[in-house]
């Protein structure tokens, strides 16, 4: 119930045969009760990671006010 996906196949556009799958672009719509169910619990993992301070300084993914110039930055120095 929570994970139902309807998938559409939609045309590439300027493609000279369509009798080729890559021709083809699948497009997965996800119903918006997972979407939301998915959203409400990563905000309270993240919180919890945050909060108990679970997460390496070195990690960046994920992590707000890290980004890559921060990870290089790590890793040079």
Not at 25 to 42: F, M, N, V, Y
């Amino acid at each position: 119930m929570w994970n139902e996906v309807t998938i559409v196949v939609l045309n590439k556009l300027q493609k000279p045969d369509y009798s080729v799958r890559k021709a083809y672009q699948p497009i997965s719509l996800l119903k918006c009760r997972g979407k939301a169910l998915e959203k409400i619990i990563a905000n309270r993992i993240n919180a919890n990671i945050f909060k108990y301070d679970i997460l390496p300084l070195t990690q960046f993914g994920s992590r707000p006010h890290h980004n890559a110039v921060d990870a290089v930055t790590t890793l040079v120095y």
